[in-house]
């Protein structure tokens, strides 16, 4: 497929952006008159009309607003590729998007490692569950909850340990034991927003999962955690989320019924990210971080 001119599209996205040829000139340091003959090089090659020209103003057609919207992430990514490369070894900033559940149980506990590795570094965290365009709201790596299928983008397995059951030691008398895991039922379930979880754990085990819908709703893993530190249900939780609450005591497993699932967290990134050596220490370090303590909760 052949591309048009590029000095052409950066003046159309130029004086579609400031809707003003003189601006868009000053912009790219040309005349107005060079601009003006882009834009028609680029109309005859498309042969469709992209601006309305008034006599004091310009507008864009409806094909030139949808063939905008379509060439400005091309146009941010390679600002923000450019950037990253000029900023080769002199960046010492990093953005990670992650929820805010896995941020205060497994992130931030071992961030400290990678910081005092890297004196200097500012690593800024923005918790959302939220799907986010990486490079046009300048976000570095993203940490997901999925199957790690994440279209245009890198994608590397951090956690996928074992699902456990977990309550407070508070809420099941000492007298009760379970027989099976349908047993589990008669407490309430605690559910995160993915809320596949339960019916996940009893179809592994072979058990009708009809009942396993029922309980409240969490946004995250932290309150769900919450709750069932608070005696309110028993709650299906990954390992490495809650190693500090069943090493203390606070949160124990009822029923030996560990499930591994085919979601897990991932490590989401543009491959640009790797154009900067923080970027690649970071990529390297939380991987490899993860993978060393994967095999205590499996």
Not at 230 to 241: C, E, H
Request: glycine residues 6%.
């Amino acid at each position: 497929m052949k591309l048009p001119p590029l000095h052409a599209l950066m003046c159309f996205e130029a004086v579609a952006r400031h809707m003003s040829m003189k601006k868009a000139a000053e912009e790219l340091s040309v005349t107005p008159g060079a601009i003006s003959q882009q834009i028609a090089k680029l109309e005859d090659l498309m042969r469709v009309r992209l601006f309305v020209r008034g006599p004091r103003a310009i507008e864009l057609t409806s094909q030139g607003r949808i063939y905008l919207r379509a060439i400005k992430p091309a146009f941010s990514q390679i600002a923000e590729a450019t950037q990253r490369l000029r900023d080769e070894g002199n960046n010492n900033r990093l953005t990670i998007s992650c929820a805010s559940s896995f941020a205060t149980q497994w992130f931030l506990p071992r961030l400290p490692e990678f910081e005092s590795l890297h004196p200097g570094v500012e690593v800024r965290i923005s918790t959302t569950n939220r799907l986010v365009d990486l490079l046009s709201e300048g976000v570095d790596f993203a940490i997901r909850h999925g199957t790690g299928k994440f279209p245009a983008l890198e994608s590397e397995l951090l956690l996928n340990d074992n699902l456990q059951v977990v309550c407070s030691p508070g809420l099941i008398p000492a007298n009760v034991t379970f027989s099976g895991p349908r047993d589990i039922l008669r407490y309430t379930l605690l559910h995160d927003e993915h809320r596949l979880d339960w019916r996940l754990w009893f179809r592994a085990l072979g058990v009708d999962d009809s009942d396993a819908n029922c309980g409240p709703v969490f946004i995250n893993s932290n309150g769900v955690i919450d709750a069932a530190l608070a005696g309110k249900g028993i709650a299906l939780i990954r390992g490495s989320l809650i190693e500090q609450e069943m090493a203390e005591g606070r949160l124990v497993s009822p029923i030996s019924a560990a499930v591994t699932v085919s979601t897990g967290y991932h490590l989401v990134y543009d491959e640009s990210a790797l154009l900067t050596r923080l970027g690649k220490k970071f990529r390297d370090w939380i991987v490899s971080r993860a993978k060393s303590e994967l095999g205590r909760y499996l």
